[in-house]
């Protein structure tokens, strides 16, 4: 089983929220800064099992707050792990209208060419066409070919999602 540990050290538990929201931590907004550096510590999309571990001074521990913010960062990691399966399936979906707007295109080049004969309605089905299969290819691309930063940064936060938050006292940090 491939296992990951994150180590992050605390002054107080705000450093893990934004310095603009005073809200209880609950519903406070997580900090970029923790953000940023927690995914610069991930290093595996393969990981069977992380664990994120938080060192903070024993005198400024509380266990009912780390229950709270266990659950929010949970919340925050599933929040974001949705918002970029939202973005693919965004993106999947634009896809697919494309090819549908490729084939009607196609479909309306051949019938312009069933019923006209003079040069310029010819003319334009020849540009529909262009058009046709502008948006087939670029929709399959868009189904086929999904960013992978995208996907990469899907798996980050379901592995963030389904880690183990534990909080520890820094004074027991063996170096």
Known sequence: MVEQKINI???TYNDLFSDFDISAFQNRSISL?????????YLDENLKQLKIIFSIPKKQRNVKNEKIIIKRLKQFFISKQQNYSKRINLRKQKGFNLIIMGFFFITL?????????????LYFSNIIMILGWFGIWNGFEKV????????T????YISFSKAEIIFIDEE????
């Open 153 to 156: 940064k899907k798996n980050m």
């Open 144 to 151: 086929v070919e999904v960013p992978p930063e995208f996907l």
């Open 9 to 11: 050290a605390l002054d």
């Open 109 to 121: 080049t051949f019938i312009f060419e069933l019923f006209f004969t003079d040069w310029l309605p």
């Open 33 to 41: 800064d923790f953000k940023e550096e927690l995914e610069s510590h």
């Open 172 to 175: 027991d940090i063996k170096i």
